[in-house]
């Protein structure tokens, strides 16, 4: 047979076979699951039957039971209206059953049924309540369960239908159905429910069988018309695929005997055409791609140092290593490399990011910062505390337990070149003129190839000077956003940042239901300290109340400068009781020791030097949200209440509700001879006292002086 012959006759075996086979399949699929679903469709209707029954016993049942309670007097009334309502068909008092009838919880077997029937007893009084059966509650039944019901006029196999929801001729083949067993009878599948406690009458559920003769004709003229396209494409792809076949294998039987010039005619655009191609270009092309190749890496180098210059513009660190590696391991064909950063905080390198890497050093990326190699350990940290490149090969282990398991590595420093002026590059840095070495970049074993070359290095070395660029970049970055959110003089936290810490501690606290207090600080008198010791002396002031305030607060508590000697402390989770412990604390430490100053300072007045000198501070608080709703109401609170502490005298502090606050630690308010209310007694503690209570109205705001 030829290849034509074959390729045909296995393609028509290819698209027939699966057809043929899965039509008989969904043919008995079809048939299965048709009737699997009429079973369960049984079973369903069973079910519903025997709940509807019951339910209706229980009916009946309770009905009786209400009348049976009743005084003798007012049973048959009740009675009545029980049947009226359409809770019984008739209900008896002390009166022997008629026939035909049978007892819910005790039902009996032969003969008719006519009704259903629950008894009750009191004492010598039986109360019986009946539901007549006739065709309309059938209908009921069967229009519940979703099946055909036909009611049998009696327990043994083979009596005839009493009602039915069936045609009579269907009703009377249903009625020969066997109890538990699902009996299929001409169209119809069918199921008798058996008698028992509860369910009383004998029944027969029955549903149609589904028609799959249609879905079977349409399967067969389905594969009668799949063969014949079959046959039709089988013979074109056929042809279409042995032609070119012919022509190449002509065409290297003429290249064997030396005839190199021939060429394949190319006709069309597909597998065959471009083997075509593909066998006319073999031998002319093969030095061509050799010499493009070298060309291409060599335009690859070009294009990542490009590359690395645009990735050193941007401040996303995480992504630049990222992009950095995973570009190094392309280039020289790697299996796994990392990135190390010197932390400044205790000076070992950090991983920062990680590809291929296994052992102890296969960790997921939110863990690579537990990986910390000390300087001067390993071929890392001798890269690192060095700062000369190195590459080589592993010993039998595969590398120390500080470093990734390899067989061979390069790894170069990450450098930053030394700029005067550079806060974060180190003093003798500058002096040797040496770059500052941030980190490492190292890859581990090549793959295709003994081990990492020359070129491998220099390539490796010219990412690594992205890398520290980018490093500087990015720090230098962080460290200028940290200085336009800081004062220069304290080294608190300035104004610009104090809107958005208040804002957004405000919008925590309403989200968690907690409060906020707001103290604002303002030095007394400190105009006074400039103009009498000069502004030298006021910047060391500011400078020491600045530590003094760090000093007396939690690591949670914020400290802003908000302008000139005035100062803002956020106190989260803090009520106006805690607070007033914090403003005592902090009016104590600032009263308390002077400030030294430079002794070369003189007194204006006396003309003596002064080394030291006694400040003191107004504290205004405020709690959000008892003193506003918003972060700025809570601060213009608290500045009002700052105002009413210095209009009060001074060294003091108030609080912006007019509600008395406890003291933290006495019961009572103190009062002493020459201490206003609300003064910081250093004996008996601090007197809450309510802003403005003691010298009236606060004046306005425009108005106040400090």
Not at 176 to 189: I, M
Not at 486 to 491: A, Q
Not at 690 to 697: E, I, L, Q, S, Y
């Amino acid at each position: 047979m030829t290849l034509r012959g074959r390729l045909t006759t296995a393609f028509l075996v290819v698209v027939l076979g699966p057809v043929l086979l899965g039509s008989f399949f969904v043919g008995m699929t079809v048939a299965t699951v048709s009737r699997d679903r009429t079973v369960e469709r049984l079973d369903h209707a069973a079910t519903t039957v025997r709940t509807a029954i019951g339910a209706m016993c229980r009916q009946l049942q309770a009905a009786a039971d209400a009348v049976t309670v009743l005084p003798e007097a007012d049973r048959r009334p009740a009675a009545d209206q029980l049947v009226t309502r359409g809770l019984a068909s008739e209900i008896r008092i002390g009166a022997s059953d008629p026939g035909g009838q049978r007892d819910c919880q005790a039902p009996a077997t032969g003969g008719s049924v006519t009704a259903i029937v629950a008894r009750a007893r009191q004492g010598q009084v039986t109360v019986a309540a009946a539901q007549a059966l006739d065709a309309g509650f059938v209908a009921r039944l069967a229009a519940t369960c979703g099946a055909e019901i036909t009611l049998l006029a009696g327990d043994s196999p083979g009596a005839g239908p009493a009602l039915s929801s069936e045609s009579a001729a269907v009703s009377r083949a249903v009625a020969a159905a066997l109890p538990g067993d699902v009996t299929a009878r001409g169209h119809h599948y069918l199921r008798a429910v058996p008698v028992e406690p509860g369910q009383p009458l004998p029944l027969v559920v029955s549903v149609r069988q589904s028609n799959s003769v249609g879905l079977y004709a349409l399967l067969l003229a389905g594969v009668v018309l799949v063969a014949g396209m079959a046959m039709i494409v089988a013979r074109w792809l056929a042809r279409s695929t042995t032609r070119p076949l012919e022509e190449l294998a002509l065409a290297v039987a003429k290249v064997a005997d030396g005839e190199l010039g021939t060429r394949v005619p190319v006709g069309r655009d597909d597998e065959l055409g471009r083997l075509a191609g593909t066998f006319n270009r073999m031998t002319r092309e093969l030095q061509a791609y050799v010499q493009a190749l070298t060309a291409s890496r060599d335009q690859l180098r070009g294009h990542l140092a490009i590359l690395g210059d645009t990735l050193s513009s941007t401040h996303d660190l995480h992504r630049i290593l990222q992009v950095i590696l995973q570009t190094a391991l392309s280039a020289t064909g790697a299996r796994a490399g990392v990135v190390l950063l010197i932390d400044p905080g205790d000076g070992r390198l950090v991983a920062r990011c990680a590809e291929g890497l296994t052992g102890r050093w296969d960790v997921p990326e939110a863990e690579l910062p537990a990986l910390r190699v000390p300087l001067g350990t390993g071929i890392l940290g001798a890269v690192a505390a060095g700062g000369e490149p190195r590459r080589g090969r592993c010993g039998p282990d595969g590398g120390t337990l500080d470093e990734p398991a390899c067989r061979t590595y390069v790894a170069v420093p990450i450098c930053a070149p030394a700029t005067v002026g550079d806060p974060l590059v180190p003093g003798d840095t500058l002096i040797s003129g040496r770059p500052a070495t941030l980190g490492v970049l190292a890859l581990y074993d090549r793959l295709g190839s003994d081990g990492f070359d020359d070129a491998d290095l220099l390539t490796l070395r010219t990412f690594a000077g992205q890398a520290g660029v980018a490093v500087h970049n990015v720090r230098m970055h962080e460290e200028a956003q940290r200085l336009s959110l800081t004062d220069p003089l304290t080294g608190l936290w300035n104004y610009r940042y104090l809107r958005e810490s208040l804002r957004r501690e405000v919008e925590r606290a309403s989200r968690f239901g907690r409060m906020l207090t707001v103290l604002v600080l303002d030095l007394d008198h400190f105009k006074d300290v400039n103009d009498t010791y000069g502004h030298a002396a006021g910047d060391t002031v500011l400078r020491e109340f600045a530590r003094r305030i760090r000093i007396g607060l939690r690591e949670v508590d914020v400290a802003f400068r908000q302008g000139g000697e005035e100062f803002v402390v956020l106190l989260p989770e803090t009520d106006a009781y805690g607070g007033v412990i914090v403003a005592e604390r902090l009016g104590a430490a600032v009263r308390e020791i002077p400030v030294p100053i430079d002794p070369r300072r003189q007194d204006a007045a006396t003309g003596q030097p002064v080394d030291r000198v006694a400040i003191s501070v107004s504290i205004g608080i405020a709690v959000y949200p008892e003193h506003g709703p918003t972060a700025q109401q809570v601060l213009d609170a608290a500045d009002d209440a700052l105002y009413a502490a210095k209009n009060a005298g001074r060294d003091t502090y108030r609080l912006a509700e007019s509600a008395p606050v406890p003291a933290p630690t006495v019961t009572e308010p103190v009062v002493s001879a020459g201490v206003p209310e609300g003064h910081f007694d250093h004996a008996a503690g601090p007197d809450v006292v309510p802003p403005g209570t003691p010298g009236g109205p606060q004046p306005p705001r425009q108005a106040r002086g400090r």
